[in-house]
């Protein structure tokens, strides 16, 4: 083990974890006075292609307050057949099965490399994950035709013992049955009530006893189980050819729209009957609601706003001076729905394409409570949809789809550390022990989490404190552990059970600062601090976050900066917290914390998936990357400054959420004169093309798909590109018409990195503070 | 009629005179014949003209026959007394044996023949008379002196001069005096015979005997001279009569059986249509003038328009309006009018004519907005016009301006319709269209139970496979190729099912609403679809139906949410529509509208009866209203097995202007036929939708109720959904004020409605009626038909407010107050003893039996209590020919070779002394008809017509007859299918084997007879009223 640096990416390369400190202090005064808390950034279903398959349960503690699992941090005594938990110690005997162990022959959970192992389960058959597709009807034909060819297109990804259902909504809400013959039937329901899951299992004469069939012509003789619910969801190698024609003849809403009116839209109902057709069919089978909305709620439970367009879809500042009428009633309803989701295992997904706001902001419950997917785009007829659309169903190197349903994480702590709380999509189980911390960061109070849909990316971000007082020394050689118990449903149906159980050294602060220190992980500490930030934004303290922010870095700094007091020249920072100030500079800058210039759907948006990104993506939307092209040399990343904006060059930035490439003011003047075009000037064509292929590198394996964006100096574009620069050059400090090297200046009043470093460091260095 | 005897003693002679048989001595006495000159005589020519002298006198009533009487005066012989009476009052003879029968047969037919004819019958009554009286005189008679006395009283006016006299004298000269001199003449001497007042009485029991309560009462109440007068009555003719009588009382035991009145000598209906066939059937009836009588409705006969409304439109209970509120209150006659606003005229006769009045729209009276008619006269040269009604005057707007000629006539009168025409009609402009935009065609909606019961019924099937080429007949206006009604469909049983058939689509769309609490309709477009153009997608769904619910076991219906859903969908659809609602049983779904089973047949008969025919709650009745605000009429074809509640969801087309089809016990195999011919005919018809009805009258009366499958929500509006060719509406009338004898009175009826092509137009029916102030001129304007159409609207719709036994009790004294002001004000001379009853009026007691004893009013446990409630709302829409035959059935026998012109057998009386063992009979109703067959029938015709050996042998489940090619059978079908041609709905036949057990049933419309649960015969009846008219007389 070389440096912490590769120890750092050991372990998340095999256990999908991210501590922000990677030596723990052993009390918890000096922990609170770390200024970044004990956290980490976990990614309980990480890829890992060598995982071996165990296909027996796991072996537990056998203290009913414990039930920890064992690992391979666990004593064992391979003579007596013993393990000791590491967790809360206590002696196991190792069951009958395992009396053939010894030093030489351990199982796979006491092998060292496995601290992350994936149990596979045996049990009856299981019913294959369900798809119920929600989709609005009330829009463009073009949308509307884009959507069902993308649904067509995405019957032959889905896994072929999948189980779909179709609802669709306009004015009304129709949920269709499937695989009637000569005619085609749905359940049509009001848009404007909402309905509770028993009435709605009434109406669709799902409360009939499963042996008398309704009216349902078709109805096959051997389903699986021969539930009413069978009409409305089938097998899709069943129904594939017929839902496909029904999508084929899905026709936009017929209620006329007249002039000065939004199309009245159901969406809180229709995804108020999707719930409670799940809830009473499926609960706690694999299943995803997949909402397509082209618009906002008009009517009924989950309003967005109202019919008329008169009025205009609330803002932040209507939403901040709490004068829209709708937001808050919204918001209950699709709570509401999002927790009954939540609690019988059912993901939420929304795919809102529209120009204008859909009510993202009002459902981001929906998806952050089911860790289910938001997709946000303008229209369903491009490539941002219909290819992020199909990465849905992508397939990993070992072709299983990437998503696993109703995962259940618990957290096992050793003695000395407990559980502040969890900030990432999921919901809290309410399971309280002695792990539970009193402080709550996060979603907090439990050590049990429910995420009803996971990917392979979902992170998690995990805060931990460290209660262990001051005075009551760590054992020698003593480690905080902590253990990681992933409980959830492959897509194949099968249950899982990922458990990853990491151990961190204790240092005693007054005596090791240094390895403490040495320990940092700026990246995860960054994005640890930043999801903190955030969701303190959205819950308590908005406003405030900045001023927050500010003081835990200028703390930080105080802390572990190298410097004399009220001399801020010679204030230093070990390497790996030399880019922490940077990223929280461009933190505060970013969407997700200014939401000037955003409408709460983007903010919503934004948000929702930095919560859920993993500590690369989630880095790259903090701090986007830019990469410099020209005939200089070979393509290189260069400072996110706007002294990179060069006319000669051209420059790849990826914000994430957008891919955009610029072409420096020569270059487009080359480019408008056609030089690309002739053979002479074929090394020009490369370069306009290097960028491009990269972008497509990126597009490629970025779910969801950025948008992708081509300009130029001066392209109304360029300002996804301006406004996430550093200003260094301003119109305040630059001459008009440009620097001599043709970078462009920003117009913005925002101070530059020089300058918020250089307030930090005089703020640090302070006596006064 | 009867006269005869009765010599009150009281009256002395001079009363005595007015009765007598006569219209005649009547008439004189009458002042309005005298008075008036020049009215009564033109009324008396016209009648002549018409040929029946008598009936001139029909106002009076009685008839001619009186002379009978004298004759039986003159015989007091004759003992078959039977004969005499008939006339047309009401006789209570005794009959004697059967064997006497024959005779008074012959007699009695020949009354009525000749009671028309007025100077003529005479000869012939007597001559029947006389037949009578070959029976050895009134030997029994004799015991009471009296009587026999009375008897010759009369015969001597009759038999010397009276009859002749009267007869023809009444016509050319108000022979009045002489007849009723005659008359008088005989009081005097019955006076005497009067005394011995308890042999009348007696007698009468004797007669009655069967039905003791008749019997009963009349010693009590009636001076005996009274009775001893009806029995006399009797008598005159059959001078025999009276005189069995006593013989009866003295050897009460032997006699009394064998007596009773002879039910052929008493008015019979049979008779009165053939006679008016006869007299008025090839007249060509001109609507000109003020106040004619047309024809009865069983005759066939012509109309011109010639400025009033055809009577096919509009027939009124009298056409000669009583001048003053009291005269109007003391005869009880109502003023009321029958109106059949879009009644589809026979072939011939040419449909209102359209008026396009351009963009300034039809032209009104300013002050009482009238629409312009005939009636209105123009003056100063045209460029005013006079309101007929209120007497306003407005000025002619300048584009309708027009000359006038030296009559004061419009020059371009014979050009405009509404100048020259009693029914015409205008294209209506915007000011006339809801919301002020013309309206979108109209919309048909098929609501279709698909239920457990309905599947298993086959109706399902079998409509679905038929509804496709009924739809060819959607009803189109006449230059159009195709309808342009939409159509629409739902299924439904515990919730509802619409379906998309947009005409893109290559399979419908089939969209389940199970929110029936708060129902809504799940699509605009796609649901109502023109018929053209989603051909493929309807065809596909009716195949689809039975297929997709072949394996419903849902049993659980709802109701009223599938109604509130057409009425939201034609709300949305901004049209008017009608929704066909094919229904099992009762709705018990968890629904708004749910209904439980209210049927306690314990309540029949009691005070609480009505409320078995009263709705369950208002529930239906606001969702009726719902209809008729959107324009949505109901039609519901019911097929229950069980208690449906009626009473509740019948209001649902009675308010909407809807119909109710009903088949008990549905049996595709039987019944299918009857039903789809039904729905064929319930979809073709002639109909129109978002009607207001208004009745403007002129000043003196005002039209107060309306009644008949409506809505109002004011007192002058009548809201009607949709009305079609079959249904009518009553309104009466009421006095404002007194009326102007010369100026007439005028009533104006406005139909504003929206054709099926979505035109807007309004069509109007002028008529114009006459004012008496004499009440002979009243009671000979009278039309019993439309009389009783009314009595029938009136009673069912009081049905659920009021006990039973009351309205009956009202309808009695109703009829006996009319019946008595006629003796009192018109033939107040004869004797109070006879029973005389004007000639127009004559079959009212006959009819009123038949209305009392029907089961829509009797307290019947023979029938369900929806069956009743089915009845009374059929008889809500009823017009007046369906009345008269609902109420008094035909009853044909079929083996016979006389025919009237339509090779239909002539009808004969409906009572069981008809039947013949040897004669098979077809009896209908226009609800049901009845196949009866004697037992010693030819089996060779039972073989042709049933292919069966003997008559046990015959199927009698058979829904339809069997097909065999030979001319009994044709010619069976051939009668049954003419009958039917004329009905509204397809009757149900059924086979009845005389001796067999469904016979009873099928006696219970033999309505002359004594019907079950006491119900009166005829005879019974008529004695009845007899004493009632007597004790308000007295």
New interface residues.
Partial sequence: MATYQEYILQNEERDGIRFSWNVWPSSRLEATRMVVPLSCLFTPLKERVDLPPIQYEPITCTRPTCRAILNPLCQVDYRSKIWNCNFCYQRNPFPASYAAISETHQPAELIPQFTTLEYQMHGPAPVGPVFLFVLDTCMEEEDLQAMKESLQMSLSLLPNNALIGLITYGR?V?VH?LG?E?????????GT?D?AAKQIQ????LNKLPN????Q?GQPQAAPQNLPANRFLQPLHKCDMFVTDLLG?L?RD???VSQGKRAVRSVGAALSIAVGLLECTFPNVASRVMLFMGGPCTQGPGMIIDESLEHTIRSWYDIEKDNNKYTKKAVKHYEALATRAANTGHVIDIFACALDQTGLHEMRCCTTMTGGLMVMGDSFNTSLFKQTFQKVFSKDSKGEFNMAFNAVMEIKTSREVKVNGIIGPCVSMNAKNASVSENEIGIGGTTQWKASGVDPSTAFAVYLEVVNQHNAPIPQGGRGTVQFITRYIHSSGQRRIRVTTVARNWADPSTGLAHITAGFDQEAAAVLMARLAIYRSQNDDGPDILRWLDRMLIRLCQKFGDFQKDASETFRFMENFSLYPQFMFHLRRSSFLQVFGHSPDETAYYRYQFDKQDLTNSLIMIQPVLYSYSFNGPPEPVLLDSASIQADKILLLDSFFQVLIYHGETIDQWKKAGYHDKPEYENFRQLLQAPVDDAQDILATRFPIPRYIETQHGGSQARFLLHKVNPSQTHNNTMWGGQPDGSAPVLTDDVSLQVFMDHLKKLAVSSST | MMQPTGYPPNQGPPAGQGSGYGGYPNMPQSTGYNQPPGVPSASASMYNGSGNVTYAQPGVLQTTKQMPPATSGTMPTQQPPPSAMNGYHYQPQYQPPMGQYPPSHTGYGQHVSTAPLGGHPPPSHYSAAPAAPTQPPQQGYGAPPPVSAGGGGYRPNYSAPPPPTSGQAGHPVPGGPPGTAGYNQSPGPQQPSMQPPVQGMQNMQINNNASASYAAPPPSGLPASSMSGITPGYPPKPGAGPGMQPSPYPNPNAAAPTKRLDPDAMPSPIQVIEDDRMNRGTEIFKTQGRGLVPPLVTTKFVVEDQGSASPRFIRCTTYNLPATSDMAKTCMVPMSLSIKPMARLPQGEAPPLIVDPGAEGPIRCKRCKAYMCPQFSFTDGGRRFQCVLCNAITETPHNYFDHLDHMNQRVDKFNRPELCRGSYEFVATKDYCRNDKFPNPPAFIFAID?SYNAIKSGFVELLCRQLSSLLDHLPREGNQEHSSVKVGFITYNS?L??YNL?S????????????VN?V?V?????FLVDLQQSRHVIE??L??IP???K????TELVFAPLVQAAVQAVKSAECAGKLFMFHTSLPIGEAPGKLKNRDDRKLIGTDKEKTLFAPSSNFYEKLAKDCVTQALSVDLFLFPNQYIDIASIGQISQLTGGQIYKYNFFRADIDGDRFIKDLAHDIQRDIVFDAVLRARTSTGVRPVEFIGALHMTNTTDVELAAIDCDKSIHVQLKHDDKIQEEYGAFVQVALLYTSVSGQRRLRLHNINLSVCTQYADLYRSCETDVFMNYLAKKSVNLGCQIATAKIREDLLSQASVILAMYRKHVASPSSPGQLILPECMKLLPVYLNCLLKNDAIHSSHDISTDDRAYLRQLILSMDVDETQLFFYPKLLPLLQSTTNDDGIPLAVRCSEDKLQDNQVFILENGVSMFLWIGQAVDPTWIQNVFGAQSAAQIDIDLGSLLVFDNDDSRNLREVVSKLQAGRTRQMKLTIVRQRDKLEPWFRHFLVEDRGAGGAASYVDFLCHMHKEIRTLLS
């Fill in positions: 009304m129709q049955e009637t000569g005619i085609t039937k749905s359940y049509v329901f009001r009530k309905l009434e109406m669709l004469g008398t069939p309704q009216n012509p003849e026709q017929p209620w006329p | 698909v919730i099912h619409f947009n893109s689509l290559a399979q419908p769309q089939m969209m389940v609403v199970s929110d708060d809504f799940p699509l605009q477009d796609g596909s769904l195949t689809q297929e997709m619910f394996d419903t076991r849902e």
